[in-house]
C-alpha cells in the first residue's frame, strides 16, 4: 500500500466529514481523452515543516519517504514560499 491510498479529495473549504460518513470516490483516468503534457508532481514545502516540526526524525523520514519516495507517491517537485517584506 503506498501512501496515496490515504488520500481524500475534499471541496474547498469543506470540514472533512467523521469516518463513518464518508463515501468512497474512485476516480478513473479516460487514456482517449488527452491534454497538455505536464512537467513534475509535486507538494509545498510549508505544509511538511507545520505539520512534521514535533515529529520523531524516525516518524518524519517515514512520512518524507511516502510523499517523496519511489515506493510512495514519488512526488518530484517541490515549493517553498518565502515572505517579502510586508507579507
Do not use: H
Amino acid at each position: 500500500m503506498t501512501a496515496a491510498a490515504g488520500l481524500a479529495l475534499l471541496p474547498v473549504g469543506t470540514a472533512p466529514a467523521a469516518a463513518a460518513d464518508a463515501t468512497p470516490v474512485t476516480i478513473t483516468p479516460n487514456p482517449a481523452s488527452r491534454g497538455e503534457a505536464f512537467q513534475g508532481w509535486g507538494t509545498s514545502l510549508v505544509w511538511f515543516a507545520n505539520a512534521t516540526g514535533n515529529y520523531s526524525p524516525e516518524l518524519r523520514e517515514e512520512l518524507y519517504q511516502k510523499v517523496f519516495g519511489k515506493d510512495g507517491l514519488n512526488l518530484d517537485c517541490v515549493k517553498y514560499f518565502w515572505p517579502q517584506r510586508g507579507d
